[in-house]
């Protein structure tokens, strides 16, 4: 970016494998996300393969990568950093679409022009002596442009993401908020006139003074919550001028997910891994025999109930006969490994 | 004759009387001003609803006229008519005036004020309206008003201008640097520190720019350093270590966007392919190097030659010129008596007649 004078993080939000349509729209809704510094409109083949993306990635300046896939168990996404970079797997255990926090609010505000800029990052719980979480924190404080304090303009920080660990339960939970700005200490009336650009009806008044002096001071959540004040260094939009009280309001818009840490590999979707939720050594055979394929769709129903991953203490090829009756590697589909994550 | 004995009121009474009579042969819809009771409604600010209702009313009322004023036994005159609307309007201001007293004791209680008549009260008690409005204005507006508040309506308009000009303009906070304010950006104006939980990370911001370090290494040295880093971790005590060590360490820093050499074999790669780049373009340079001052040698030989022409020619035709010009010179000329005898005379040192001792 010319003003920071550092490169300007790009992104390809994919999809692996055939998805189905509540996922392909989880995709649609983080590639919004990342706007303005992503593929919005980026066309993936079933033939392309991540290496095809990584050679692209390179001429065209994209720095990370956020990849979608789907098991059985759970869909899980992927964060890594293009071409040599980490990788981080979460599992998505909850997710919901931004059409339906739409549906769910009452006025959802979501106008394209917040999605101009880049959104701020704020994470919370993430404990920095433990290794995983500082990565984490640092990949996601990279994936948008650093921000130059002196110069950059408050009114275009309009969105903002939010990351919160909960320690006993090792889930994250992923928001995403729009900003916006109201001043304070005016009635209802006059603040929605120096907002909008609506001008007020007053056909029913028959004074002037009575629109000044009408509603009362504003919904009943403005008299508390001290803590949303701020007092603004920057013009913020219509009706907050700089150097007075306002207060912080956020607008849920875009996707909400439930994430858990599971895996961290050194290299694209390659290479050792680091750190697994649920101990490397149990999840070492599983490593090794990774493909880099296209996922399809287990038509197969080999388990009736979902497994955990930590039950592994037998060989995974002994579970298999047991289960299927055949040797691994001899069926219809070349799954040697049944209860392995399908990961590439 | 006897003098007419003038009773003023008879005059008066019969005249009376007289006009009574004329205006009773005006029917009443045109003598007499509209009924007020019917009010003059604001047809613009109605609803469809309200509209639809209001004329449904008037025609009703409309036909409801016209059979009263057809029926014989309802018949008014003009006058009866004037008389009874008198009555009303009578009976109307007496309850105004009542209305009117009972609101102006109230407004005295509260303010301390006399309420002497009808009239003039009503006027008072507005004008106080308007003053308290005033009063509470201000107040609003001196709470708000800080120095240097700029007016609204220029602040929209020099936003709305902001908003057409390309983004490469100066930025508010430069304009207010220029104007003299203590502007530092996003950082808050006052001193007020939000409580941030220890636990909150926020993006990266940059707060001074600071030159990048140049301590970039040789690629030489960085394979020296990864091949070294390679053994390490085939060395089996501390290899685990120092391999999930420089494992996490680097994935952090790729995380941050830092380069970070650590694969030998991409960095032989990368260095192969430096030499292979530096070899070619030396190449070339001594190719170029080369040809230039072949060229430059060409050039000096080709000046040369033209040169040498160019005096040759020169030359040649200096000496066709010399012939023709003695061609053309008649010889005969040179040799006059005159001349010859100028040339002979004795002691001239010019033309030899030959020597002394000759044979002629």
């Known amino acids: 970016s010319h003003e920071t004078g550092e490169k300007i993080p790009r992104s390809f939000v994919i999809g692996r494998g055939k998805l189905p349509v509540l996922l392909r729209n989880l995709e649609q809704d983080l590639r919004k996300l990342m706007l303005p510094h992503t593929a919005l409109h980026l066309k993936e083949s079933g033939k392309n393969t991540l290496k095809d993306f990584v050679h692209v990635a390179g001429p065209l300046g994209v720095s990370h990568f956020v990849i979608l896939s789907n098991t059985k168990n759970a869909p899980y996404m992927k964060v890594a950093r293009s071409p040599h970079g980490p990788t981080m797997t979460f599992k998505v255990h909850d997710f919901c679409l931004a059409a339906d926090v739409a549906r769910a609010l009452l006025r959802y505000r979501a106008p394209p022009s917040i999605f101009k800029n880049p959104p701020l990052v704020v994470l919370n719980g993430f404990n920095p002596a433990e290794a995983h979480l500082k990565l984490v924190t640092i990949m996601f404080q990279n994936i948008f442009p650093v921000i130059d304090v002196k110069k950059v303009k408050l009114s275009l920080c309009q969105r903002v993401l939010l990351l919160n ?136 129903d080999m388990d009736g109930e979902e497994q955990h991953e930590e039950e592994e203490e037998d060989d995974d090829a002994d579970y298999y006969r047991q289960e299927v009756g055949e040797e691994p590697g001899e069926g219809k589909r070349n799954f040697t490994l049944l209860r392995q994550v399908p990961c590439f | 004759m006897g003098c007419l004995a003038i009773d003023l009121a008879e005059i008066v009474c019969a005249n009376s009387r007289y006009f009574d009579e004329l205006v009773d042969l005006i029917p009443p819809k045109f003598y007499l001003p509209a009924d007020d009771n019917v009010e003059k409604q604001w047809v613009f600010g109605m609803t469809k609803r309200e509209k639809r209702e209001a004329r449904r009313l008037t025609k009703e009322h409309s036909k409801k006229a016209r059979r009263d004023r057809l029926d014989p036994e309802k018949f008014v005159t003009t006058l009866q008519v004037l008389q009874q609307r008198n009555e009303v309007a009578e009976a109307h201001a007496e309850k105004e005036e009542e209305d009117e007293e009972a609101k102006a004791e109230e407004n005295g209680k509260g303010d301390a004020e006399q309420a002497p008549v009808a009239g003039t009260e009503r006027v008072k008690s507005s004008q106080e309206l308007r003053e308290r409005l005033h009063k509470r204005i201000e107040a609003i507006r001196a709470e708000r008003r800080i120095n240097k508040a700029r007016d609204w309506q220029e602040r929209t308009k020099d936003a709305s201008k902001k908003r057409k000009k390309s983004e490469n303009k100066t930025t508010q906070a430069n304009k207010r640097q220029k104007q003299g304010h203590k502007e530092t950006g996003i950082v808050p104006v006052s001193s007020e520190k939000v409580p941030v939980a220890s636990d909150m990370e926020f993006g990266r911001v940059k707060i001074d720019s600071q030159k990048r370090t140049l301590n970039r290494k040789s690629k030489e040295k960085l394979l020296e350093q990864a091949t070294k880093l390679q053994k390490d971790i085939q060395d089996t005590e501390k290899g685990k270590d120092v391999a999930s060590k420089h494992s996490w360490d680097a994935a952090l820093s790729r995380a941050s966007g830092q380069k970070v050499f650590d694969n030998p074999k991409l960095l032989k790669q990368s260095l192969k392919r430096e030499h292979q780049r530096r070899e070619k373009s030396a190449k070339k340079w001594q190719d170029r190097h080369d040809s230039e001052a072949q060229r430059a040698q ?63």
Request: charged letters at 35%; aromatic letters at 6%; hydrophobic letters at 30%.
């Open chain 1, 165 to 300: 660990y909960d320690k006993d339960t090792k889930v994250i939970d992923f928001r995403h908020y729009a900003i916006s700005a109201q001043p304070v200490g005016v009635s209802r009336g006059i603040r929605k006139l120096v907002q909008r650009t609506k001008i007020p009806d007053l056909r029913t008044l028959n004074d002037v003074s009575e629109f000044v002096t009408k509603s009362g001071y504003g919904s009943e959540s403005e008299a508390e919550n001290e803590s949303s004040r701020v007092t603004l260094p920057q013009d913020y939009g219509r009706g907050n001028p700089a150097s007075q009280q306002s207060a912080v309001k956020l607008h849920e818009i875009g996707p909400r997910m439930t994430l858990q840490l599971v895996k961290v590999e050194e290299g694209l979707c390659s290479g050792a891994v680091m750190f697994h939720e649920y101990g490397i050594e149990e999840n070492k055979k599983k490593n090794k025999k990774k493909k880099e394929e296209p996922v399809d769709d287990m038509d197969v």
């Open chain 2, 298 to 360: 060409e050039k000096q030989q080709t000046r040369a030659s033209h040169i040498k022409e160019r005096i040759d020619a020169r030359k040649q035709r200096l000496i066709a010129k010399v012939c023709k010009l003695v061609t053309l010179i008649d010889l005969t000329l040179l040799f006059t008596p005159q001349r010859e005898k100028k040339l002979m005379r004795p002691g001239f040192e010019g033309r030899k007649a030959g020597f002394l001792n000759e044979a002629k």
